[in-house]
């Protein structure tokens, strides 16, 4: 078994994109909300596969796993009063589902998947539901990675899956559901509280001009506050018993300038008064604020993927807005080789432990 298979899967996904958006679409034969319902049954089964192939992964496959497996073990051995050792801030809900999954005799394999269903199926509803165009969005998820990120950071992709339903539940008004998911998201990992800031930003009503001045303040955080802002988050680290280390680069000044670039893009061809589009630029905007402050510690540069999750719906929206064919094609081309570079430099890199990619029973 080899990454490969994701590979195949790519090619199918963009043989999909390519009819839907290439033919289908300028041509106006189809609505595209109509089209995604039309292969419902192609997407839930992609949704599946991806599913299993994370947690159905063998202990050697992602950068933690081994440690999760341990931890696992460790932790399932306990008794319930084993949380009440456990401080406000620490991950609690974590715990409390290991130690339930073991009194259930459920094995460390049905665990994994339910830990990876955590995080792959809110945003596989929230791509279908969300989208004009739910295979482009399925495909940006693989070729960028993030279809990886529950074997390295499993209790923390577990609180990104649990924020998109709180936002979800955002999108229909009910805010104190979002709110009550949010909190429940911070009992797997204290960063989901992250998310708050994005549930008041969301709720701020900002025209299109209005931006202009969210970039002034943009440059403004991250140009002259981000020495101090660094300082208080190692401080919070050092608080919370993490480790500390001064990793300048994490993260590469490429992935900043995609976000500005997307951002620039996006305001240009956006258009007001549609609130679900700007709702997902406000993400975008956040992603590209807190980069470079987090990017002094591996674990903190995590943290921004609470907002950048949400890239997967953004940029299917923003090239819908395009009218000119030309303009959308090349639009398209040029998110594609983005794509194919982080898929071929990231997704299927050394470090990650995916190649080759090995299931647990082999």
């Not at 009440?84 to 991950?91: G, H, I, L, M, P």
């Not at 999954?101 to 955590?118: E, H, I």
């Not at 979002?178 to 009992?187: D, H, K, V």
Request: glycine share 6%; net charge positive; aromatic share 18%.
């Amino acid at each position: 078994m080899s990454i490969y298979i994701i590979t195949l899967l790519i090619c199918l996904l963009i043989s999909m994109v390519a009819y839907q958006t290439v033919y289908v679409q300028p041509m106006n034969n189809y609505n595209c909300l109509d089209l995604n319902h039309r292969y419902k049954r192609l997407f839930i089964i992609i949704a599946v596969f991806m599913l299993l192939v994370v947690g159905l992964r063998a202990d050697v496959i992602g950068i933690d796993t081994l440690n999760y497996k341990n931890t696992f073990h460790v932790i399932g051995r306990q008794d319930f009063s084993f949380l009440n050792s456990y401080e406000w801030y620490q991950e609690s809900g974590y715990a409390f589902v290991i130690i339930l999954f073991n009194k259930l005799g459920l094995s460390w394999q049905v665990y994994a998947v339910f830990m990876a269903a955590l995080f792959i199926i809110p945003i596989m509803v929230l791509i279908f539901k969300n989208t004009d165009n739910c295979f482009f969005a399925l495909t940006i998820f693989i070729m960028c990675g993030l279809w990886t990120y529950p074997m390295s950071t499993m209790r923390q992709a577990a609180a990104i899956g649990l924020t998109v339903i709180a936002f979800m539940f955002e999108d229909k008004k009910r805010n104190l559901l979002c709110l009550l998911f949010i909190c429940i998201a911070s009992l797997f990992h204290i960063s989901a509280l992250l998310a708050l800031v994005y549930f008041v930003v969301r709720n701020v009503s900002v025209t299109k001009q209005g931006f202009l001045v969210w970039f002034v303040a943009g440059i403004l955080i991250v140009g002259i506050g981000i020495g101090p802002l660094r300082n208080i988050l190692a401080e919070i680290m050092v608080f919370f018993g993490r480790d500390y280390q001064n990793y300048d680069l994490t993260g590469g000044l490429w992935q900043e300038l995609f976000f500005i670039a997307s951002l620039g893009i996006g305001w240009f061809f956006g258009q007001d008064g549609d609130e679900r589009y700007w709702k997902y630029y406000k993400a975008i905007f956040l992603s590209a604020v807190l980069l470079p402050i987090v990017r002094i510690n591996p674990a903190l540069f995590r943290i921004y993927t609470y907002f950048s999750v949400y890239e997967v719906l953004f940029v299917p929206l923003m090239l819908s807005k395009i009218d000119q064919r030309m303009i959308k094609v090349i639009g398209y081309m040029g998110y594609f080789g983005v794509y194919l570079y982080l898929f071929f430099t990231q997704s299927v890199a050394n470090s990650l432990k995916v190649t080759p990619y090995m299931f647990f029973w082999m």
